[in-house]
């Protein structure tokens, strides 16, 4: 069976049993019976802090219970779906945070809200499309003040018209459909610390603050004079990063610069005593840009793949779309000397079969009058670490690419001419200086490297390299992880979509960028005031790391910091992301060493496993937490084995895999075999004169009819594997063949049409046609999720 994705903002609260077996801080009410269990028994939980009520019957008797713990100060009814009188939060006097969902409806219920005359922060839910903001205006001064809902441009210069009433305010954030639907008068919110920015998609599927990407800019400008201010924005996506226009539409609304990742200096969050590790800077190859390529849109991309090869030994490269590249021992040398290489080699291979790849990589497929169409297309590029590197001379590489033969012809793309030129022709000339390699016999020898892209990292290299610890070298989005055993270290095999098909595995979806470890926060019945007290969580609640389990009865206490109080609480348990922990113990120690890993590097901190003070019940602590600490290596162990051992047999089944794609592509004639004298671009093409239908003046807008000022403008035809590259205004396009209308703006935004976008039925020769185009999204980053969005 398949689990779905991780718990997200539910795993900070704790049934009953919980809190009270292990005095987490935060409990969660989901129904009446645990509603009637609290009011019953809320003394046995009177240390908790917050407070997440569900879809009870009476909120009201549970909160008249607030009073009774003096230790709450967060109350969450974000998933309480129920009305609210004046009377509801009366008895709220301690409560600092709230976090509450209203319907558009009854927005005017926020009102009830200012009976809690200590509430400094709001997180305001709203469902639907509220006619009138009004009531915001009237809320009491906060803080800090969080409104997340699916509102209009419009709306959304209303709501930060309201905030404006809001005299104190330091912290707001908003929820919106695009950057750029951010209205002008933010600006006019001069009391900021802090601009938080939501991305509504993102909420919406992750029902989750909390674990979304986060991501850090700060933008100075001039306030007066000769005043410089600055604007710290966070910005919460389930994506990696604001694209740079988005950075530069901020600047543009504030006329000012951007920092990016930096964060106001003096904050309640930062402490001396932190020891932050980062990750050990990893090479990266770099493949000089080459002018056949020259992207309309940078945002989209064809798919890469990369490997790593010894020079000094024949190789065999398996790719993922089912070609075989084969390069023998001592092919490279140099670029600028002609020396053999020795240093390892890194390659880069792109393939390039459909018109939307042609498109987005730029391609220029003119051939005079005549036009390019593509059959197949591949690059080959390849360096080391110190510099690039290119084929021997009178060297080939053999390609067996996944196309039929016929009369296509193959093309080489020349960098002094700036054409493409026929490679058979070339090698023609040339064939007398090439050196005789039997490409079979390399092929099935045993001792030829047979290179896959696929991830091969141990457990431990996972753990200390800057890649998330479960998700392979593609860099995927997410990916599912399957339990073996007794522990998740099973990798969803991306190709093979039916995987697990009978539903027997146990999975769960893990995503790129999501906390997986907490500290959670826990209030011993006996405790020192100087200590912060905590547990270490597993946040999926699913055992997806294993030996955390060991740790369960364990609580862990750090020294509160008498200069600043909140830092730890702030860094380790509040506003951190952790993907995963080690643990380091030495026997007879009082205390141990976590290293927590984030996105960009390791936390590395020392906390208490006694704060006893008594010798003989210290002794004896330390002695259970020897014994705790072994079976925490132990499962440590196993699960590391298991998980190496996994690896391998996925690499196995990949290269099976990918044998198998070879041999079937060689049964069904698809094994056009290509020897390439250069490195760089070649293709099979045919050379076809285009016919169209029509000749319009067309003038292109977007869905409101506005003008768009187009800088790029293409056509798809589906007759031609290729693409049109048209200037505005005359066209020339047959439109029952036309697949897509693709443009790109002065301002880098991309907009399409496909065929079922265009009104076809009264188009007539030379006529004026407006044609519609719509703005694609800006997280759209894959050829892939544009079919997906454009379909």
């Known amino acids: 069976m398949f689990v779905g994705n991780m718990i997200g903002q539910n795993i900070d609260f704790f049934k009953a049993k919980d809190v009270v077996k292990f005095r987490f801080d935060r409990l969660e009410i989901s129904n009446d019976k645990e509603a009637e269990w609290f009011l019953k028994n809320y003394k046995k939980v009177d240390f908790i802090e917050a407070i997440k009520i569900g879809n ?27 009305g609210f009188t004046a009377e509801t939060f009366k008895k709220c006097n301690e409560i600092t ?43 009491n001064p906060l803080q800090e003040l969080h409104i997340l809902g699916d509102f209009l441009p419009k709306k959304i210069e209303e709501i930060i018209d309201a905030v404006t009433f809001q005299p104190l305010i330091q912290s707001f954030g908003i929820s919106v459909d695009r950057v750029t639907d951010l209205p002008n008068n933010i600006k006019y919110l001069k009391t900021l610390s ?8 993102s909420i919406a599927a992750n029902n989750s603050i909390e674990d979304l990407i986060k991501e850090n800019i700060t933008i100075s400008y001039l306030m007066g004079n000769d005043l410089i201010f600055y604007v710290p924005i966070t910005y919460y996506s389930n994506y990696d990063k604001l694209a740079d226009f988005e950075i530069a539409y901020m600047k543009s609304i504030y006329s000012g610069n951007s920092h990016n990742n930096i964060i106001a200096e003096e904050t ?26 020259l992207s309309p849109y940078p945002n989209i991309s064809p798919e890469i793949e990369y490997f790593e090869i010894n020079p000094l030994v024949n190789n065999l490269i398996l790719t993922n779309n089912g070609s075989k ?15 053999n290489v020795t240093d390892h080699v890194f390659l880069k291979y792109i393939k390039i079969n459909n018109p939307l790849e042609l498109v987005f990589s730029g391609l220029n497929l003119n051939s005079n009058t005549n036009n390019f169409s593509n059959k197949y297309f591949f690059n080959l590029q390849a360096t080391t670490s110190k510099n690039n590197v290119q084929l021997k001379t009178g060297y080939q590489i053999k390609l067996q690419l996944p196309v039929t033969i016929d009369s296509a012809s193959n093309y080489f793309y020349d960098y002094e001419s700036n054409t493409w030129q026929v490679t058979n022709l070339y090698q023609q000339v040339f064939e007398s200086s090439f050196v005789p390699i039997d490409f079979y016999k390399i092929e099935n020898d045993n001792n030829t490297i047979t290179s896959i892209n696929v991830d091969t990292f141990s457990f431990n290299s996972r753990f200390y390299s800057r890649f998330h610890y479960f998700l392979n070298d593609k860099d995927n989005a997410n990916q599912i992880i399957f339990k073996e055993k007794n522990h998740y270290i099973d990798l969803d095999r991306f190709w093979k979509k039916d995987y697990n098909k009978d539903g027997k595995k146990n999975g769960i979806r893990i995503k790129k960028g999501k906390s997986l470890v907490k500290l959670q926060k826990v209030i011993p019945k006996v405790r020192n005031a100087n200590l912060y007290y905590f547990k270490l969580i597993d946040k999926t609640q699913l055992g997806l790391i294993t030996e955390l389990s060991a740790f369960k009865n364990i609580v862990f206490s750090h020294a509160i910091d008498p200069n600043n109080k909140k830092a730890f609480l702030n860094d380790y348990i509040k506003n951190n992301q952790f993907y995963d922990i080690r643990v380091y113990y030495n026997l007879g120690d009082n205390f141990c060493t976590l290293i927590l890993k984030t996105s960009e590097g390791f936390n590395e901190i020392k906390v208490r496993i006694t704060d006893s003070e008594n010798e003989k019940l210290k002794r004896k602590q330390i002695i259970r937490f020897a ?22 047999k996925i690499k196995s089944e990949y290269i099976t895999h990918l044998k198998e794609k070879n041999i079937s592509n060689i049964k069904n004639n698809l094994k056009n075999e290509s020897k390439i004298h250069q490195l760089g671009s070649f293709s099979i093409f045919y050379s076809v004169v285009p016919k169209f239908d029509i000749n319009l003046i067309a003038q292109f807008t977007n869905e409101s009819g506005i003008p ?8 798809i035809d589906k007759r031609y594997n290729s693409y049109f590259e048209l200037k505005p205004g005359n066209i020339l396009f047959s439109p029952s063949e036309c697949q897509y209308f693709i443009a790109v703006d002065y301002s880098g935004k991309l907009y399409y049409a496909t065929q079922n976008d265009l009104n076809i039925s009264n188009l007539t020769n030379n006529s004026l046609t407006y044609i519609k185009l719509k703005l694609l999204k800006e997280n759209i980053s894959t050829i892939e999720s544009f079919i997906k969005t454009t379909r």
């Open 268 to 293: 309640e969050n930062k402490t001396e005593n932190k020891n932050i590790i980062e990750f050990k800077t990893q090479f990266k190859p770099t493949f000089n840009a080459t002018q056949e390529f």
């Open 325 to 339: 590249i084969t390069i023998p021992a001592n092919s490279f040398t140099n670029e600028k000397i002609e020396e």
């Open 194 to 201: 802090n601009l938080i920015i939501y991305d509504n998609l």
């Open 708 to 715: 768009i000022d187009v800088k790029y403008l293409y056509m």
């Open 56 to 82: 009870v019957s009476n909120i009201t008797e549970i909160l008249n219970i607030v009073p009774e713990i003096g230790t709450l100060k967060e109350l969450n009814i974000k998933d309480y779906s129920g």
């Open 97 to 139: 945070q709230v976090s509450i969902t209203v319907y558009e409806e009854n927005l005017s219920q926020i009102l009830f809200l200012n009976e809690i005359k200590t509430m400094q922060i709001l997180y305001l839910f709203i469902n639907g499309k509220p006619e009138s903001i009004e009531p915001i205006k009237k809320l």
């Open 627 to 648: 014994k705790i600490y072994k079976k925490y290596q132990s499962i440590l162990k196993e699960r590391e084995y298991s998980f190496n051992q996994n690896i391998q």
